[in-house]
Nanobody
Framework: QVQLVESGGGLVQAGGSLRLSCAAS????????MAWYRQAPGKQREWIAS???????NYSDSVKGRFTISRDNAKNTVYLQMNSLKSEDTAVYYC????????WGQGIQVTVSS
């Protein structure tokens, strides 16, 4: 079992920045990769970034060049640095872990005002 807790969301003006955190606990040794997803009102949940055990990363085209996923192994935490935010980035953001099963955080709201 893996538990994920997101933090760092909130309200920001367009063009601003936010950093989300996802603290993992439990069977963290079993984690293959972690990712961030988001779900805007009335839309399906969308993958936006992944970070693998090797440290490699992938990004969706919608956030590439603006968002950065990273991790601090000592803190068992994955981050999502979000820069140049746009109103269309408004969504609930979810942390995800692939670890002999799939695990989700509770989600955290990010609202970008134009």
């Amino acid at each position: 079992q893996v538990q994920l807790v997101e933090s760092g969301g909130g309200l920001v003006q367009a063009g601003g920045s936010l950093r989300l955190s996802c603290a993992a606990s439990g069977s963290i040794f079993s984690i293959n990769y972690m990712a961030w997803y988001r779900q805007a009102p009335g839309k399906q949940r969308e993958w936006i970034a992944s970070i693998f055990r090797s440290g490699g990363t992938n990004y969706s085209d919608s956030v590439k060049g603006r968002f950065t996923i990273s991790r601090d192994n000592a803190k068992n935490t994955v981050y999502l640095q979000m820069n140049s935010l746009k109103s269309e980035d408004t969504a609930v953001y979810y942390c995800y872990a692939d670890a002999r099963g799939t695990y989700w955080g509770q989600g955290i709201q990010v609202t970008v005002s134009s």
